[in-house]
T-cell receptor, first 110, second 113 residues
Framework: KQEVTQIPAALSVPEGENLVLNCSFT??????LQWFRQDPGKGLTSLLL?????REQTSGRLNASLDKSSGRSTLYIAASQPGDSATYLC?????????FGAGTRLFVKA | GAGVSQTPSNKVTEKGKYVELRCDPI?????LYWYRQSLGQGPEFLIY????????DSGLPNDRFFAVRPEGSVSTLKIQRTERGDSAVYLC???????????FGPGTRLTVL
């Protein structure tokens, strides 16, 4: 049974810092891994999708890596801004299911 | 283009009542997912549709929950004999195919009194 863990559960950083969010999963038989952002009371917004054959994806200040063999992914956020404050969720898809972690709550202080 | 829409945005019902939650996916998306999210948790997978058929319904908690997608577009999640523990935000997502980016709707907040 796939389990997804995200560390840390919460993170507070000053504006401008570079930061790393971690995601680990127990079953390496996945199709892809996605990182999402969720603002309070809102739905999820896709940030990056990494297919199982890929090692990383980049979008603007965001870079996500995938190491299937070790069951790990990281989301790197460069030069954080207060507008980055949100919950970041990692999700792995294998078979027909998508399994989410509990998320990392990020607060960027101005 | 239009994103995924869900109706109603909020639903308050009494214990024991029947509810239907609707999801309108992005046009052309063949894959559709339902999730349930409780406060402070990540979304929990409920069911996956490929076209009209439910390819995986292993996440449905019990036989009070049922979902349909009769024409391969709009989907309805149906909950019979609601219980207070069913209170949550129900999220719908769609994608072109199984391994593509999922696009989420805003969710339906269900409250069972």
């Amino acid at each position: 049974k796939q389990e997804v863990t995200q560390i840390p559960a919460a993170l507070s950083v000053p504006e401008g810092e570079n930061l790393v969010l971690n995601c680990s999963f127990t079953d390496s038989a996945i199709y892809n891994l996605q990182w999402f952002r969720q603002d309070p009371g809102k739905g999820l917004t896709s940030l990056l999708l990494i297919q199982s054959s890929q090692r990383e994806q980049t979008s603007g200040r965001l870079n996500a890596s995938l190491d299937k063999s070790s069951g790990r992914s990281t989301l790197y956020i460069a030069a954080s801004q207060p507008g980055d404050s949100a919950t970041y969720l990692c999700a792995v898809s294998g078979g027909f299911k998508t399994i989410f972690g509990a998320g990392t709550r990020l607060f960027v202080k101005a | 283009g239009a994103g995924v829409s869900q109706t109603p945005s909020n639903k308050v019902t009494e214990k024991g009542k029947y509810v239907e939650l609707r999801c309108d996916p992005i046009s052309g998306h063949t894959a559709l997912y339902w999730y349930r999210q409780s406060l402070g948790q990540g979304p929990e997978f409920l069911i996956y549709f490929q076209g009209t058929g439910a390819a995986d319904d292993s996440g449905l908690p019990n036989d009070r929950f049922f979902a349909v997608r009769p024409e391969g577009s709009v989907s309805t999640l149906k909950i019979q004999r609601t219980e207070r523990g069913d209170s949550a935000v129900y999220l719908c997502a769609s994608s072109f195919g199984q391994s593509d980016t999922q696009y989420f709707g805003p969710g339906t907040r269900l409250t069972v009194l």
